[in-house]
């Protein structure tokens, strides 16, 4: 079966940086997945990792580590439109049947 | 241009009642999803369709049913409403059931059942 770690919220300034973690357990692994979704909106897809390492995306960021079951999300120079949650996911080993975590919401503030 | 489009956006109904909920995709993708949002806001996979075929079936209640007319519906019908089936339901799509593709979902359908 798949368990999926993520802090419930965080808060952050706008203009700093903020890095939301997420752990998982996995029977099998076929990458990670973070998504965005505003409060009363659709989820959307942010970024997809299957190696060890970061990708970088504009202000967003994912890291990998697969031997430690460990992602991350970084944004940088945070936007008040930044405050949304976000989902961390993974897929299991045989067709599509993503598995959320419960989300990190994140608020920026002032 | 929309999507993943499902209506319709807010549905209220009575206990017992039953319901129908639609979702089109015009991404051309193969793969359709079906979750339900909770108010823990727990996001969990309910059934999955490729090419108009039944690939996954999460353990859903028997009065949930999904129908796929062709591989850009697919709609979902609830039976006998219960008080517990009041979420948010989202469709997705994604170009194939494989496990690096992304999900693009629809707006959701906020039920409340009364």
């Known amino acids: ?3 999926i770690d993520q802090p419930t919220e965080m808060t952050a300034t706008e203009g700093a940086i903020v890095q939301i973690n997420c752990t998982y357990q996995t029977s099998g692994f076929n ?3 973070w998504y965005q979704q505003h409060a009363g ?3 959307t897809f942010l970024s997809y990792n299957v190696l060890d390492g970061l990708e970088e995306k504009g202000r967003f960021s994912s890291f990998l580590s697969r031997s430690k079951g460990y992602s991350y999300l970084l944004l940088k120079e945070l936007q008040m439109k930044d405050s949304a949650s976000y989902l ?11 598995t959320f975590g419960t989300g990190t919401r994140l608020q920026v503030t002032l | 241009d929309t999507a993943v489009s499902q209506t319709p956006k807010y549905l209220v109904t009575q206990m017992g009642n039953d319901k129908s909920i639609k979702c089109e995709q015009n991404l051309g993708h193969d793969t359709m999803y079906w979750y339900k949002q909770d108010s823990k806001k727990f996001l969990k996979i309910m059934f999955s369709y490729n090419n ?22 697919l709609n979902l019908h609830i039976n006998s409403l219960e008080l ?3 979420a ?9 059931p494989g496990e690096d593709q992304p999900q693009h979902f629809g707006d959701g359908t906020r039920l409340s059942i009364l």
């Open chain 2, 88 to 96: 948010v339901y989202f469709c997705a799509s994604s170009q194939d």
């Open chain 2, 84 to 86: 517990g089936d009041s």
């Open chain 2, 52 to 73: 108009k075929e039944l690939i996954i079936n999460e353990t859903v209640p028997n009065r949930f049913s999904p129908k796929s007319p062709d591989k850009a519906h």
């Open chain 1, 88 to 98: 961390c996911a993974v897929p299991p080993g045989t067709a599509s049947k993503l």
């Open chain 1, 41 to 43: 909106e659709a989820p």
């Open chain 1, 1 to 3: 079966g798949q368990n």
């Open chain 1, 31 to 33: 990458g990670l997945f």
